[in-house]
């Protein structure tokens, strides 16, 4: 497998001077198994991985929503793929409140808020509505008929209107997405379960414990907000076993500085971490 980062912030797009080394851009992640194309999250770092999908069409990706906040969306109507005939995009998503995945991304593609409509896009599209625990088999596009699979685990974190977490499993190597989940006073059981023994961990590293805490930063406490801390996140990794930890979600207050900060006091209690910066890619 291949991972690739498109976008590694949280909240809102950071473009500027003091954010340019980890980038601006929100929640996208990349994964190759194999041939088989899977995308986590849409934020507006989708669009320049829409940008490098151009030369590989026609194609076909599969996106996997953690949820539908505005960070991890923003970047759909503007993924140059969806836009042409002979692609076909697999969109999968849970209800998060009374909406389902498909009609969230019509809404905000609507008019007055944009001037094309979902239901003008080229490529051919199927929604997918996931429950907890479900378990999706995908056929190995670099291996058509041999009955190999890419293997992608559900389970719910913490968040606000709900999120998901997924580990993809191929080639057997596994890499977890857990993005936008708040910790509680003892390890996520979830979590750790869905976790347990992979190869890398992408978890949600929103604040420092001094920021979660409202003792330094902005805005007071950040209790019920949705997000961790990177010593949260050191602790899932032990608990599960995992052998390679990346902080995500970066707050969009945080410049390059204040990441490296973070990344080096997560580094003195999980030697193997790393913090995710635009345009990092690894292979298992």
């Known amino acids: 497998?291949?991972?690739?980062?498109?976008?590694?912030?949280?909240?809102?797009?950071?473009?500027?001077?003091?954010?340019?080394?980890?980038g601006g851009n929100t929640s996208c992640v990349e994964v190759r198994a194999g041939k088989t194309i899977l995308i986590f999250d849409g934020g507006t770092g989708l669009r320049l991985l829409g940008k490098?999908?151009?030369?590989?069409?026609?194609l076909q990706a599969h996106i996997f929503f953690s949820h539908v906040h505005w960070d991890h969306i923003q970047g759909f109507p503007f993924f140059d793929p969806a836009f042409v005939a002979g692609n076909t995009i697999h969109l999968y998503g849970g209800n998060n409140v009374s909406r389902t995945l498909e009609e969230t991304l019509a809404?905000?593609?609507?008019?007055p808020s944009?001037?094309?409509?979902?239901?003008?896009m080229g490529a051919k599209m199927t929604f997918n509505d996931m429950v907890e625990g479900q378990v999706l088999e995908l056929p190995a596009e670099d291996t058509p008929g041999d009955g190999k699979v890419v293997r992608i685990r559900t389970a719910h974190g913490n968040h606000p209107n709900?999120?998901?977490?997924?580990?993809?499993?191929?080639?057997?190597?596994?890499?977890?997405?857990?993005?936008?989940?708040?910790?509680?006073?003892?390890?996520?059981?979830?979590?750790?379960?869905?976790?347990?023994?992979?190869d890398v961990l992408i978890h949600d590293a929103q604040y420092t414990p001094e920021e979660y805490a409202g003792t330094a930063g902005r805005g007071g406490p950040k209790t019920g907000w949705?997000?961790?801390?990177?010593?949260?996140?050191?602790?899932?990794?032990?608990?599960a076993g995992v052998k390679r930890l990346i902080l995500f979600h970066h707050d969009p207050m945080q410049t390059?500085?204040?990441v490296r900060n973070k990344e080096a006091r997560a580094k003195a209690i999980f030697p193997n971490v790393v913090a995710a910066y635009?345009?990092?890619?690894?292979?298992?």
């Open 114 to 120: 944009f001037p094309v409509h979902l239901s003008d």
């Open 1 to 22: 497998m291949r991972v690739t980062f498109w976008g590694v912030r949280g909240s809102i797009p950071t473009p500027g001077a003091e954010t340019v080394a980890f």
């Open 107 to 111: 809404g905000q593609m609507d008019h």
């Open 256 to 258: 390059d500085a204040d």
């Open 52 to 58: 490098k999908l151009a030369a590989e069409m026609p």
């Open 226 to 239: 949705g997000h961790s801390t990177f010593e949260e996140a050191v602790k899932l990794a032990t608990a």
């Open 162 to 198: 709900g999120v998901w977490a997924f580990r993809v499993e191929h080639g057997g190597h596994s890499v977890v997405y857990a993005t936008d989940t708040e910790h509680y006073a003892v390890v996520d059981a979830r979590l750790s379960k869905l976790a347990k023994g992979a």
């Open 278 to 284: 635009e345009g990092m890619t690894f292979e298992l």
